[in-house]
């Protein structure tokens, strides 16, 4: 079982930057996969970022490449997502999850664990 809390959210003027964190409670950290999810209204939840175990290898979606950067720290059982030239269109609910299958995991569903969302607003 793990338990994920995000943080990190707010609002931000369009070209400004946020970092977001993810803490994970539980002992196993390091066994999982761990990805950026967001939700903006009325659409559907998509995937942002991707990355492996070992915090060794990263995947981006498109949307972000360039712009985002997803870490980890296992010693701190934290993952964290530095979003830099934010755009109004990156406003949405951020979440983030936990998986045991290999990386990369692009789809929701092949996630175990997830965490309450945090609120990311980008104004023009």
């Known amino acids: 079982q793990v338990q994920l809390v995000e943080s990190g959210g707010g609002l931000v003027q369009a070209g400004g930057s946020l970092r977001l964190s993810c803490a994970a409670a539980g002992r196993t950290f390091s066994s999982y996969v761990m990805g950026w999810f967001r939700q903006a209204p009325g659409k559907e939840r998509e995937f942002v970022a991707t990355i492996s175990r070992s915090g060794g290898s990263t995947y981006y979606a498109d949307s972000v490449k360039g712009r985002f950067t997803i870490s980890k720290d296992n010693a701190k059982s934290t993952v964290y997502l530095q979003m830099n030239s934010l755009k109004p269109e990156d406003t949405a609910v951020y979440y983030c999850?936990?998986?045991?299958?290999?990386?990369?995991?692009?789809?929701?569903?092949?996630?175990?664990?997830w965490g309450q969302g945090t609120q990311v607003t980008v104004s023009s």
């Open positions: 999850a936990a998986g045991r299958s290999g990386f990369p995991i692009v789809r929701g569903r092949d996630y175990d664990y």
